[in-house]
C-alpha cells in the first residue's frame, strides 16, 4: 500500500463534486463554495442529474458525461449510491476518490460489506480513497478542499493536520482561523480509513515541502509497524506529535461506532509505536492547537534548560513548578547573566531564575525591563528556551513588545514563548500582534509551559541539522 | 491565632491608606480610585504628608492626625517607614491593618527583623495584620478593596480567593473581569503571612454566608495541623480548592524569595494535609478559574457517572476518554433514555454514552435534538452530570439554547458543563449568554470534563445535605 501519488489529492487541476448541491447549508453546496473562497484554480465539474448549473459551474447527470477523467472526485452521495458513484469513476480513469459519504463499517456489517466493495473496485481501476465517513482534506498549496463545513479562505502555513475525524478539517478549523493565527499546510480527515491509511500520508508530509510541524490524531493502526517505519523517517526531520482516541475502555468502546477502527486495546502498545517511531504522544485535545502553534513559530530547542521571566513571584514559583512537573530543566544561570539583570533592578532583590521582572519595570519601564531580562538570559549559553510572561492592561499606555520577535534573528534556535495576563482585551490584541510575527501567546501560568516540553520532546527526534528546516514556510 | 474578627477587613466603616498619593499610576492613587469604583460607602482617610486633599478625600499629614480610629489601615509605603506606620495606627486604636509593602523575610534577615518589629508592636496593641508583601484584599459584599491595581467594579459572586500571592486581587482579578462571567465575594492575599494566616481566613470563609466556594493558592503552612483542623470543618460545607506552590525543589526555591515560605519541601506531606482537610488539590493555574466557574455556577453532582453529548464521533471518543482518565465514569444508560434519543436519530445510528448527536441533528434541528438528548440524560437516574459540546458558527442563524439553563430547575442537583467549538465570535458570545445563565462553557473537548472532574472530587467532601447551600449568591 505504499507510494500512494498524493498529487491528485492535494494539487488536483480537476476535480468532480459527486452530489454537488444548489442549495445554501447543503454539504454539495459547501464544498463548491470552500473550493471558490479558497481560490481554487483547477476546473470543477458538479455532478448532479438535477441540475444544468451550480454556482456558476456547469453539472453533468454523472461522471461520464465529464468532458475529461477529473484527477479527484470528492464523493457526498448517500452510502447506497456509493457503488454507482465509484463504478462510474473507473470507468472514467479518475484515479483519486475522497469518499465523504458515512453508513458503512462504522454502522452494521451492511455498511462493511459496501466499503469492501468500494475498495475491491477501486483497486481494480488504480484508484486510491480516502475515506469513507470523513470531511475529506484541504490543501492550501494547492487552493484545494473538499470540507463541506463553511470554512471560507483557509489560512496557509507549515502545520499539517492527519486525523481519523473530521474534526480538523471542520470547526476546529474555524476555531483555529478565528482564535488562533497560525497557519496549516495540509488537513486530511482520513474517517474509516479503508485504503489510504496514517502511514501513507505520513510518507508524503516526510517529503511534502510544504509542512514543517505534523500532527496526527488516531483512533487506531491498520499496521503498527508500517506506521512505525514511515514515522521514524519523518519524525528525524519533522516535529510529529500525536493523540490517540480510544485509550481508555470507555473510549476504545466509542472508536469502533466513530470510525470502526479496534481503538487503543492496549495503551502501552500504541505509546511504545509512539516512541519507537519518534512521535511524541498528547493527551489533550488542546495541545495539538497549543503546541502546534509553537513548533509552526519557533525553532526546537536544542535542550530543556529554560529561562523564565515573570512579572510576580507567585507566577515564578508556578512557572518553575511547570517545567519541573513537564521535564523540563530550569537553567542555572551564568553570574554573567545574573548581573545584566541585576544591574537594572532595585540592589535588594535577589535575582534567579525565574527572574522577577517587576523591579526592574518599576526602577525603567516595562520595555527595558523585559528586554534586558531577555536578552541576558538567551545570551547564556545554558539556556535554551525562554518563557516570558507579562501582565498587560488596556488602561497603560500600550507597551511596544517589537523587540520580542527579533529575538528570532538575535538568538536564532532559541525557542521563546509567552504568556499574557491582565484583559482580554489586552490578550487578544497582543496574542493577534505577536503571533502575527510567529511569537506564540498562551495564557499564564502553564500553557507556555506546556507548549514548550512538547516542543523539547520533539526536539529528541528531530536530528539537530534539520531542525531550522522545519519552519521556513510563511504564513499567508 | 484563632478567633480573628475580621470584620473591620471585610466591611470597614473607615480606612485609612497610609501612602496615599495624588500621582495617578501609583498604589496609593489606585488604592483610592478602586474604592470609589466599588462604590465603597465608607470614610476615606489619605494620609500623605506633603498633600491637603487626594481624589476630593481630605488628607492627613499622620493617621495620629485623623479625627477617628478607622476600622482598617491600608499601608503602602517603603519597609523602613512601615515601623512609624504600625507605630501610630496601634497609638491610634486602629485595629487591622494590610501592610502591602514588600521588602520584609522574603528579602533578607533585615526585612526579616523589621517583620518582627511589626508583629510585636501589632500584638501588644490588640491590632491585626493582613501581609506584608501583597496586594491586600477585596470584599464585594463590603464594596471594599485594598488593591493598587487598577481593577474597577469587581463583579459580586459567590467565589472566595485565598492566596498567598497577590496574583488574584490584580492581574488575574482583572483576566476574570474581563474574560469570565463569574463573581467573587472575597480575595484575600497573604503575602507573607506575618500575623493572620490561611487557617484564620478559612475559618471566616466557612461562616461567611456570601462564599459559596473557596479556591486557594498556597505556598507554605505556618500550622499544617490548624488548617487541616479549619479546613476539615468548612470543607464539608463549601467546596475547597487548592493549588499548592513550590511542589518541586525548583519551585519551593521561588517560593523563598517570593513570601518567605519554606514551600512544600515534602509534596506527599502537602497532599496528605489537602486530603485530611477534605481539600482538592489541583495542579494547573487556569483550573483556579475554569474550575471555580463550575462550582460557582452548578450544583455539586452527587456521583461521577456522565453522561456526554457530542457533535461527532471523534469529540465522543475523546470525551469518554477524558472522564475515565479523570476519574469519572461514564455513565451506562437506560434502555429508555437510549429509546428516546434513538427516537429523534436516524434507524442505522447507534446511540449509545457519549450520545452522538449529529443524526439527530440532520433529521430535526440543533435544539430538537441537543434538547432531547440532554433532557433523556439528565431524567436518567444512572446519569449524575452533563458534559455536552455544541459546534456553533456564525454564518448559521443563532440557536435558541434558552432551554439548557433551564435544565437547573427542570434537574436540580445534576450540574451542566459546556464545551464549544465553531468561531471564536460565537464561541464568546454563547459563553457571555450562558454564563450569564449560570451554565459554565468551557473550549473542547477537555475543558467541561476537567472541571467536571474536580467538581466530583469536591463533592465528596462537601456532606450532601450542604450542596444546595454552596450556590445560593447571585452575581452581580
Same mark, same amino acid.
Request: charged share 25%.
Given at each position: 500500500m505504499t507510494g500512494v501519488n498524493f498529487t491528485p489529492f492535494f494539487e488536483p487541476k480537476s476535480v468532480a463534486i459527486?452530489?454537488? *448541491?444548489?442549495?445554501?447549508?447543503k454539504p454539495g453546496y459547501l464544498v463548491i463554495s470552500n473550493l471558490k473562497a479558497n481560490g481554487y484554480e483547477g476546473r470543477i465539474y458538479p455532478v448532479n442529474?438535477?441540475?444544468?448549473?451550480?454556482m456558476g459551474y456547469r453539472a453533468y447527470a *454523472?461522471?461520464?458525461?465529464?468532458p475529461e477523467a477529473p484527477d479527484v472526485a470528492v464523493i457526498l452521495v448517500p452510502a447506497a449510491a456509493t457503488v454507482e458513484a465509484v463504478r462510474d469513476c473507473v470507468r472514467k480513469g479518475v484515479k483519486a476518490a475522497v469518499i465523504e459519504s458515512g453508513g458503512f463499517t462504522e454502522v452494521d456489517d451492511n455498511g462493511a460489506a459496501l466499503e469492501r466493495e468500494l475498495v475491491q473496485m477501486a483497486g481494480k481501476g488504480g484508484m486510491r480513497i480516502i475515506g469513507p465517513n470523513t470531511s475529506g482534506l484541504i490543501s492550501t498549496p494547492g487552493r484545494f478542499i473538499t470540507t463541506f463545513y463553511p470554512l471560507g479562505k483557509v489560512r496557509r502555513g507549515n502545520v499539517a493536520y492527519l486525523a481519523q475525524t473530521g474534526n480538523f478539517a471542520t470547526h476546529t478549523m474555524r476555531w483555529i482561523l478565528s482564535a488562533e493565527n497560525f497557519g496549516v499546510s495540509r488537513v486530511v480527515g482520513?474517517?474509516?480509513?479503508?485504503?489510504?491509511?496514517d502511514a501513507d500520508v505520513v510518507e508524503f508530509f516526510g517529503e511534502d515541502p510544504d509542512t514543517g510541524v505534523i500532527c496526527m490524531y488516531i483512533e487506531g493502526f491498520k499496521d503498527g509497524k508500517r506506521f512505525i517505519e514511515a514515522a521514524k523517517k519523518v519524525s528525524r526531520k519533522k516535529p510529529m506529535i500525536a493523540l490517540m482516541g480510544g485509550m481508555t475502555a470507555r473510549g476504545s468502546k466509542a472508536v469502533f461506532s466513530h470510525t470502526a477502527s479496534l481503538g487503543a486495546s492496549n495503551p502501552a502498545l500504541i505509546e511504545g509505536i509512539f516512541k519507537q517511531a519518534g512521535v511524541v504522544s498528547v493527551h489533550r485535545y488542546t495541545d495539538l492547537i497549543d503546541s502546534a502553534k509553537a513548533l509552526a513559530f519557533q525553532p526546537l530547542p536544542a535542550g530543556g534548560r529554560v529561562g523564565v521571566v515573570v512579572p510576580s513571584g507567585g507566577m515564578g514559583v508556578l512557572a518553575a513548578d511547570a517545567c519541573v512537573r513537564l521535564g523540563l530543566t530550569v537553567a542555572d544561570l551564568a553570574q554573567a547573566t545574573l548581573k545584566r539583570i541585576q544591574d537594572v533592578s532595585e540592589p535588594w532583590i535577589r535575582i534567579g531564575n525565574p527572574v522577577d521582572i517587576w523591579s526592574a519595570i518599576q526602577t525603567h519601564s516595562l520595555e527595558e525591563g523585559y528586554r534586558v531580562a531577555m536578552e541576558a538570559l538567551l545570551d547564556?549559553?545554558?539556556?535554551d528556551a525562554l518563557v516570558t510572561i507579562l501582565v498587560l492592561n488596556s488602561d497603560n499606555p500600550k507597551p511596544d513588545l517589537e523587540f520580542i520577535p527579533k529575538f528570532r534573528d538575535r538568538n536564532p534556535g532559541k525557542p521563546v514563548l509567552i504568556g499574557i495576563s491582565g484583559d482580554k482585551e489586552s490578550f487578544d490584541e497582543t496574542k493577534k500582534t505577536l503571533e502575527g510575527q510567529s511569537v506564540p501567546v498562551y495564557l499564564p501560568v502553564e500553557g507556555a509551559c506546556e507548549a514548550l516540553a512538547i516542543m523539547r520532546r520533539c526536539s529528541l527526534s528531530v536530528h539537530p541539522g534539520e531542525r531550522r528546516k522545519t519552519d521556513a514556510v510563511p504564513i499567508r
Open positions: 459527486i452530489g454537488a *448541491s444548489r442549495s445554501p447549508g442529474p438535477h441540475a444544468q448549473e451550480i *454523472s461522471v461520464a458525461d465529464i482520513l474517517g474509516n480509513k479503508c485504503d489510504i491509511d547564556d549559553p545554558g539556556v
